[in-house]
């Protein structure tokens, strides 16, 4: 069982940046592919980064060159630094792990990301 706690969304100004972290507990973090997803209302949830137990890393095009997933395996967290935002960025985020990158079984809860205009 993996356990994971999201923090860091907010209220931001267009073009400000967030950095959201995900702790995880439970199962070797480290073995694990992490992901960030975010569901906006009325919309279905997306997978935004993800990055691989090796580190290797992929993007939804929306956020390409401003988004950046990273992992401290040292410290059980996975990190999705948020530059640029847009106000189309608004979305509830939610961190999720699995055995790779098309497989999550474990969810964290959702952390609430607003970008004004």
């Known amino acids: 069982q993996v356990q994971l706690v999201t923090s860091g969304g907010g209220l931001v100004q267009a073009g400000g940046s967030l950095r959201l972290s995900c702790a995880a507990s439970g199962r070797t973090f480290s073995s694990l592919a992490m992901g960030w997803f975010r569901q906006a209302p009325g919309k279905q949830r997306e997978l935004v980064a993800a990055i691989t137990s090796g580190g290797s890393t992929k993007y939804a095009d929306s956020v390409k060159g401003r988004f950046t997933i990273s992992r401290d395996n040292a410290k059980n967290t996975v990190y999705l630094q948020m530059n640029s935002l847009k106000p189309e960025d608004t979305a509830v985020y939610y961190c999720?792990?699995?055995?790779?990158?098309?497989?999550?079984?474990?969810w964290g809860q959702g952390t609430q990301v607003t970008v004004s205009s």
């Open positions: 999720a792990a699995g055995p790779n990158w098309f497989t999550y079984a474990y």
